[in-house]
């Protein structure tokens, strides 16, 4: 989506709004879906306004990525979007996801604490599988037998993370794995936005970043 908008010569959030305008397949349906892609647009309107972009000063080779998604299913939608704030060494391709921030629309919130607990676990599920998860299969066999071969997330690597619920009476949604689905776009439109490297394949890794410039 960013690329098409970079062909556009729009701002990423900005082209995703123009195109959320909640008519024909967008409109949505009672109750599950009520609002349609209005309520996308509401959610990434917030998360705009809650993570500076496009008005935070920000230092060299750093820049903020935006995504945004409905989790869950079409018919029963968990409205999401995330902005992520990058640094990426262009002479390296190492990166440091410095904070992301999330906005989700879930319905009717009956644990509040408890939602945002579970939002932040999948904004983490979100930057393991979109910076870690991989494994190698020889001989019919994983390779990486434990964790110094398999490498998940440190406490070192989290970043600070922001979590906005939007309060209405809609219907109840899911609140376990929705906030996975924007986090890697959120990651690799930074990098690709603070660098100029595009990795589109995941794990994203310094030496991905380091091919991807290369490509430039």
């Excluded at 410095?98 to 945002?116: E, F, H, Q, S």
């Amino acid at each position: 989506m960013d690329e098409m908008a970079d062909l556009a010569g729009a701002d990423p959030a900005a082209f995703r709004l123009a195109m959320l305008d909640a008519k024909g397949k967008q409109a949505g349906e009672t109750p599950n879906s009520v609002g349609g892609a209005s309520r996308l647009a509401n959610v990434l309107n917030h998360v705009v306004r809650h993570s500076g972009y496009g008005a935070k000063t920000l230092p060299a080779n750093t820049a903020m990525g935006i995504a945004c998604s409905f989790g869950q299913e079409r018919t029963m939608p968990t409205w999401n979007a995330c902005v992520a704030e990058v640094s990426a060494d262009p002479a390296t391709g190492e990166f440091q996801i410095r904070k992301l921030t999330l906005v989700a629309d879930v319905g009717i919130c009956v644990n509040p604490a408890n939602t945002v607990a579970q939002m932040q676990g999948a904004l983490l599920w979100g930057v393991i599988l979109a910076t870690r998860e991989y494994a190698s299969v020889a001989g019919g066999a994983i390779e990486q037998k434990n964790f110094h071969q398999y490498k998940p997330l440190r406490m070192a690597d989290v970043p600070e993370m922001e979590v906005h619920l939007v309060e209405n009476d809609h219907f109840p949604v899911g609140t376990g794995e929705p906030a996975v689905c924007p986090v890697a776009p959120a990651i690799a439109n930074a990098i690709a936005r603070a660098i100029g490297a595009r990795v589109r394949d995941l794990p994203i890794t310094p030496e991905k970043v380091t091919q991807a410039l290369k490509k430039k």
